[in-house]
């Protein structure tokens, strides 16, 4: 839905005088109407009726949108640092890529939003409802989640430094707590490791984690399909449901590391060190390789344990089907439950 320059002032001019209850105000109602690009910086649209109205691309710094209805508004790569979303109604928005730093979110209601990729630094979240929200690659750098409710949310590959974790409902949600105590350069890298992968390359950039050391440091949920982890060093390392499709370990020393539950789909483990390691449930099947445009090609990748150390490691319950296991070292491996229908593998 468009609106012409002269009807969209004379609305807000009408919305104005709503606001302070003066004769002849009308709140303003532009849902669906399509108003990317514009530079509209502090702009009041507070109580306004937004739902489905476009806003990507937007200069929107310093707007006011408490109380709005923006249901299903999209605010794809918007410039919005320091706006007032306070209750606001935004579940089903878009903010993927937009600026958001500084903004505020209190109690606004955000379920199944998508945030992927966006810029929330020192934004204000408390309160607000962000179940089954997208906020994947986004960067939450001191953000306030306190009495967030997250159920269900996707913070996959988030920067989350100096982010208080302890007074927001995460229950069922998609996060590696663990990052957030890793250096920051390491969580700038793993943010732009996850954007690399989930726009096929065209932005951020791969993840080379060779000579990072994790200590005790516990990486549950890490996001590492496609990362570089060649020769890494990380023995009794804590991965477990980690994502790691695709990964190069080859000569890496995961000795007594833990990846139950973690896929492992067409990664490369060549010459690993993966003594005493736990794979419990995990899956290590071939996976079909995908053009960039996401077309399936005919060509599978399976994984590779070529050379590898797998004596005492554990796969109960794992699916390891029609893997390269030449040369591997399989002394007190424990294949309880796996299935392992095309690979060679013997205790």
């Not at 060779?210 to 590492?224: F, K, P, Q």
Request: charged content about 20%; glycine content about 10%.
């Amino acid at each position: 839905m468009t609106m012409t320059p002269k009807q969209f002032v004379d609305t807000l001019k009408r919305h104005e005088r709503f606001l302070k209850g003066l004769m002849g105000g009308v709140r303003a109602n532009l849902q669906g109407v399509n108003l990317s690009g514009l530079k509209l910086p502090r702009i009041n649209l507070q109580h306004a009726l937004l739902g489905g109205a476009n806003f990507s691309e937007c200069v929107l710094a310093g707007a006011n949108f408490s109380f709005a209805d923006l249901a299903g508004a999209n605010f794809d790569r918007a410039k919005s640092p320091g706006a007032d979303f306070t209750r606001a109604e935004l579940r089903q928005a878009k903010m993927r890529h937009a600026d958001m730093n500084t903004t505020s979110f209190r109690e606004a209601t955000m379920n199944g939003s998508d945030l992927h990729g966006g810029e929330f630094v020192r934004t204000d979240f408390e309160g607000a409802h962000l179940s089954k929200a997208n906020i994947t690659a986004a960067n939450l750098q001191g953000a306030n989640v306190n009495n967030a409710r997250l159920d269900g949310a996707n913070l996959r590959g988030s920067l989350l430094a100096d982010v208080d974790l302890s007074r927001a409902d995460l229950r069922d949600a998609v996060i590696s707590r663990g990052s957030a105590s890793l250096p920051m350069e390491i969580q700038v890298i793993l943010r732009k490791h996850a954007l690399w992968i989930d726009s096929n390359g065209k932005e951020g950039e791969r993840a080379v984690l060779g000579g990072v050391e994790l200590g005790d440091t516990d990486m549950s949920n890490i996001y590492l399909s496609g990362a570089d982890l060649r020769n890494c060093n990380w023995p009794d390392a804590k991965l477990s449901e980690g994502t790691f499709v695709l990964s190069d370990f080859r000569g890496a020393n995961l000795q007594n590391a833990d990846f139950t539950r973690s896929d492992l789909s067409g990664a490369d483990l060549g010459n690993a060190n993966l003594a005493g390691a736990r794979f419990h449930r995990a899956t290590l099947a071939p996976l079909r390789l995908r053009r960039s445009n996401g077309d399936a090609t005919a060509t599978s990748r399976a994984v590779n344990l070529r050379g590898a150390d797998l004596r005492n490691a554990s796969f109960n319950g794992a699916v390891m089907t029609d893997a390269t296991t030449d040369d591997t070292l399989t002394d007190g491996v424990d294949l309880t439950g796996a299935n392992i229908k095309g690979t060679s593998l013997q205790p």
